[in-house]
């Protein structure tokens, strides 16, 4: 694909937000969350969204990647309204176009590592014949082909969560939704899991938002965001 291509297509916001607000309702009453969230993401961009705990990060993330629904606003991906599709619209979505990295890995335990990576794409339809394929190219993407047959729970830590960056990417998703994922990191393994990101986002192709309280993962990303009392601002 041509650079000018590459170029003009990220002219175009992947993610546009409006007045996105979120509250929760509990036995006590409403916690609002999100009061007006606005917010624009470009392919090859790369946001780390800071905030102190409990402002309401993962919540974004989830809504976002349509795991939660929001109360009220306007999300489009892609010039397309995402919070009025149907149920089966949005499991469509998740499959296909949305790739989620969290702090736990969340692996399957007693698989292996291709087992692990053959789940979205069973779940995607994928054919069975298309399958080693795309596990090989997305572990290649974070230096884990030597791991395809191992189980998940022989890994280390830093493993772990690249194996759950190459699980993300096996859909070629456009975003990626990463919630702390250098959290239960060592620093060597933080920086390897950021340069996977980076290089992710380098093809152009994919934008990335990070939820981090770490600011040298913050510094690494093309724009930083704070999230408090339920507004999102740009640094
Ligand atoms: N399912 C829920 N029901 C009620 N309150 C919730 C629920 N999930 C999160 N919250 C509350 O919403 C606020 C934001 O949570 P969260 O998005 O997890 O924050 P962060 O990721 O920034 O730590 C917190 O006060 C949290 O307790
Ligand atoms: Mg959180």
């Not at 919540?59 to 010039?79: D, E, R």
């Not at 998740?94 to 335990?109: A, H, M, P, S, Y």
């Not at 292996?112 to 014949?129: D, G, H, W």
């Amino acid at each position: 694909m041509s650079k000018e291509f590459v170029a003009a297509r990220n002219d175009r916001p992947l993610i546009q937000v409006t007045r996105l607000s979120k509250h929760y309702s509990n036995g006590h009453g409403v916690i609002p969350v999100l009061r007006g969230v606005n917010l624009e993401v470009r392919p090859g961009e790369m946001l780390a969204v800071m905030g102190p705990s409990g402002s309401g990060k993962s919540t974004l993330l989830f809504i976002l990647g349509l795991l939660l629904p929001a109360s009220s606003g306007n999300y489009q991906f892609m010039g397309q309204n995402m919070l009025d599709l149907s149920r089966a619209a949005q499991a469509e979505f998740r499959r296909r176009r949305v790739g989620f990295v969290f702090q736990n890995c969340d692996l399957f335990e007693n698989s292996t590592v291709y087992e692990n990576l053959e789940f979205p794409l069973v779940y995607a339809k994928v054919e069975r014949q298309e399958r080693p394929a795309r596990i090989l190219a997305a572990l290649e993407r974070v230096n884990l082909a030597h791991r395809i047959h191992h189980p998940a729970n022989y890994l280390s830590g830093g493993e772990r969560q690249r194996v759950a960056i190459a699980r993300a990417l096996v859909n070629q998703p456009l975003v990626i939704l990463a919630d702390e994922p250098t959290g239960h990191l060592d620093r060597a393994n933080g920086h390897m899991v950021m340069e996977h990101f980076e290089q992710i986002v380098a093809t152009g192709d994919t934008a990335l938002i990070v939820v981090t309280h770490d600011a040298e993962v913050a510094s690494r990303c093309t724009r930083v965001f704070s999230l408090e009392d339920g507004i999102l601002n740009e640094n």
